[in-house]
C-alpha cells in the first residue's frame, strides 16, 4: 500500500470514560460509557458514535467515487451508520447498519451502486469478513 495520509489518535485516562484527541487537535473530545451499557452518558461521544461517523463518511465518499465513474447524477445523497456492540459470551462485538438514501434513482440502479460502493470503501474492505455490515439502498 502506498500511505497517502495517517491518521494519528490517542486515548487518555480511562478508556469510554476518557478522552481522545487527534495528533493535529481537531478533535479534542471526553468520552462516556453510554447508559445502555451502564456509563454516565450524557452529553459525552462514545468509540462507537466516532465509527460510525468515520464509516457513514468514507461509505458516502466512496458511493459518490462510484456514482462519477459510471456517471450517475447524484443529489441529496445521505449515509447513515448504526453501529453497534454487543456481547457473543465473553467477548464484545460490533455490527453495523448503512443505509444509503439515493433520491431520484430507480431502486435497482441505488441497490447497485450502494453495492459497488461496499466493494471499493475502506472500511467496509477492512471489516469484512469480520463484523456483520448490512447495507440497504432507499431511493427516497
Request: aromatic share 4%.
Amino acid at each position: 500500500m502506498e500511505a497517502l495520509y495517517t491518521a494519528v489518535a490517542t486515548s487518555r485516562g480511562d478508556g469510554r470514560n476518557g478522552e481522545v484527541t487527534s495528533s493535529d487537535g481537531v478533535i479534542d473530545e471526553q468520552l462516556a460509557i453510554p447508559k445502555e451499557m451502564g456509563g454516565p452518558g450524557g452529553e459525552r461521544t462514545n468509540p462507537e458514535q466516532l465509527f460510525a461517523a468515520g464509516y457513514s463518511a468514507c461509505f458516502h465518499s466512496a458511493l459518490q467515487a462510484v456514482a462519477r465513474q459510471t456517471n450517475v447524477k447524484l443529489n441529496g445523497t445521505t449515509v447513515t451508520a448504526e453501529v453497534t456492540i454487543g456481547k457473543d459470551g465473553d467477548a464484545f462485538e460490533l455490527a453495523v447498519k448503512l443505509e444509503a438514501v439515493l433520491p431520484g434513482l430507480e431502486q435497482g440502479q441505488a441497490s447497485s451502486l450502494v453495492a459497488q460502493a461496499h466493494q471499493v470503501c475502506p472500511y467496509s474492505r477492512a471489516t469484512r469478513g469480520n463484523i456483520e455490515v448490512e447495507v440497504t439502498a432507499k431511493t427516497s
